[in-house]
């Protein structure tokens, strides 16, 4: 059943493939007026520049159009944006592709690795509602940090998927099953990035991710914290949902059985949240925090399973997406080194901590993390709009408190990750020490 299941997944991925212009060639790198590569020199009096795409030695000359001179920097790997007026290629935006490194910013990729990885050890996402705003907030282009971050996110949801299996968390055969559609997500995902990346520019991609990033933080962080701390409070039991139930009613073949995660599915219902897992993962590095509560609340598995699974799709789909990004040439390799350099040793931390926790805390921090995010990506939207034009422009005033709560927020996510971790996990080991003692006391009592 299991083989056919698969079978018959690969099929509608094929067929969608086919007939939907959406997928059809979704990673034949960046759109017709999109080019990355480097500008030469600069004409003030003729108002053009020279410009060598990557990977030619040819240069072609463009016009700056609403651009001043200054701001083209010269000799420095960009992302442009062009767009024809009267037969020319004028010059639409323009954003710096790799940001400049100091050891600042070294240490703070590090620690925001280390995070990011207990995160996705923890709560099974790969942490990127996490990791893409804080590299944004470092200055990394939108679309740079949804690439990189989709690299760093296979081999730590790897580990993280692996140690959770050794722990009997992970249902691997629904994160196979999963994955295949999620696939097809990620397809669809990188065509609106790269047709926002065409339309808008850099200014457009940040506002889309960041935008996205509010309302579905919101939506979905809200529910998962709310119905965490009701269960906390005492308030609920910890049962499956109602329309988890109605949709293991759907009884249209194939049907699958996941015994690790306790449900009986019929294969379609795991296609919905493939979907949109994958698609996320793809536009703005995220897929975690639909997957992960799609499986608690849609189909019905606990959050401690759900958590480890979507270790489990984040491992395949993050290979895809990666190929798929590195074939557009986006993704910035020292920001994905050293993110992972640091989330390889989080993510073991996390599903450590996963042994020593009651259900509801995965929700609790996965809820409250997200909401906090919230509030950091929707600081820097007014700064987005006005960097398209579609409001006036801001005072210098408002602009630095606007990127100071997004600062700060963003360091409170951090924070509060890790410091509910930290000390859940340390809470749960000295408990279950502490237990372990009293029973070896009470075998020595009894043989006494």
Same mark, same amino acid.
């Given at each position: 059943m299991f083989r056919r299941t698969i079978s018959l997944l690969t099929a509608l991925m094929i067929v969608l493939w086919a007939v939907c212009p959406a997928l059809a060639g979704g990673g034949a790198g960046p759109p017709k007026n999109f080019r990355k590569g480097e500008f030469l020199s600069v004409d003030e009096a003729s108002g053009t520049a020279v410009f060598r795409p990557s990977g030619s030695e040819e240069t072609i000359t463009v016009y700056l159009g609403k651009l001043k001179p200054e701001e083209v920097e010269l000799k420095r790997k960009?992302?442009?944006?062009? *767009?024809? *007026?009267?037969?020319?290629?004028?010059?639409?935006?323009?954003?710096?592709?790799?940001?400049?490194?100091?050891? $600042?910013? =070294?240490?703070?990729?590090? =620690?925001?690795?280390?995070?990011?990885?207990?995160?996705?050890?923890?709560?099974?996402?790969?942490?990127?509602?996490?990791?893409?705003?804080s590299m944004m907030s470092l200055g990394a282009p939108g679309a740079v940090a949804v690439a990189s971050n989709m690299c760093h996110k296979f081999p730590k949801a790897m580990v993280g998927a692996y140690k959770r299996y050794k722990y009997g968390q992970a249902d691997v055969k629904l994160g196979l099953v999963m994955a295949t559609s999620a696939i097809v997500g990620v397809q669809i995902g990188i065509k609106v990035q790269k047709f926002i990346l065409q339309k808008w520019g850099n200014a457009g991609s940040n506002l889309y991710v960041s935008l996205a990033f509010v309302v579905i933080l919101?939506?979905?962080?809200?529910?998962?914290?709310?119905?965490?701390?009701?269960?906390? $409070?005492?308030?609920?039991?910890?049962?499956?949902?109602?329309?988890?139930?109605?949709? *293991?009613?759907?009884?249209?073949?194939?049907?699958?059985?996941?015994?690790?995660?306790?449900?009986?599915?019929?294969?379609w219902v795991t296609i919905p949240v493939g979907l949109a897992t994958g698609m996320l993962a793809a536009t703005i590095a995220v897929g975690g925090f639909i997957g992960g509560p799609g499986?608690?609340?849609?189909?019905?598995?606990?959050?401690?399973?759900?958590?480890?699974?979507?270790?489990?799709?984040?491992?395949?789909m993050g290979l895809w997406g990666s190929i798929q990004w590195g074939l557009s040439g986006l993704i910035d390799i020292r920001l994905t080194l050293l993110i992972l350099a640091g989330s390889l040793f989080g993510v073991q931390l996390?599903?450590?901590?996963?042994?020593?926790?009651?259900?509801?805390?995965?929700?609790?921090?996965?809820?409250?993390?997200?909401?906090?995010?919230?509030?950091?990506?929707?600081?820097?939207?007014? =700064?987005?709009?006005?960097?398209?034009?579609?409001?006036?422009?801001?005072?210098?005033?408002?602009?630095a408190l606007l990127n100071q709560v997004s600062f700060w927020a963003l360091v409170t996510a951090l924070g509060t990750a890790g410091v509910i971790i930290t000390a859940a996990m340390v809470k749960g080991m000295l408990k279950a020490r502490a237990e372990r003692k009293e029973m070896l006391r009470k075998g020595a009592v009894s043989h006494g």
């Open positions: 960009v992302m442009v944006t062009f *767009q024809r *007026q009267h037969g020319r290629q004028v010059i639409k935006s323009i954003s710096v592709m790799f940001m400049d490194m100091t050891l $600042k910013k =070294i240490l703070a990729l590090v =620690i925001i690795g280390l995070v990011g990885g207990m995160l996705s050890g923890f709560i099974g996402s790969g942490g990127a509602f996490v990791l893409t705003p919101v939506i979905v962080g809200g529910y998962v914290f709310w119905d965490a701390w009701r269960l906390a $409070k005492g308030g609920a039991e910890v049962k499956t949902t109602k329309l988890a139930l109605a949709l *293991q009613r759907i009884k249209i073949p194939p049907m699958m059985e996941f015994k690790r995660a306790g449900v009986r599915l019929s294969a499986m608690i609340y849609v189909l019905g598995a606990s959050a401690l399973v759900a958590s480890a699974t979507e270790l489990v799709i984040a491992f395949v996390g599903a450590l901590g996963t042994t020593y926790v009651k259900d509801y805390m995965i929700k609790v921090v996965m809820g409250a993390v997200m909401l906090i995010v919230a509030v950091s990506r929707g600081a820097k939207v007014p =700064i987005y709009l006005e960097d398209l034009g579609a409001i006036s422009p801001l005072a210098a005033s408002t602009k």
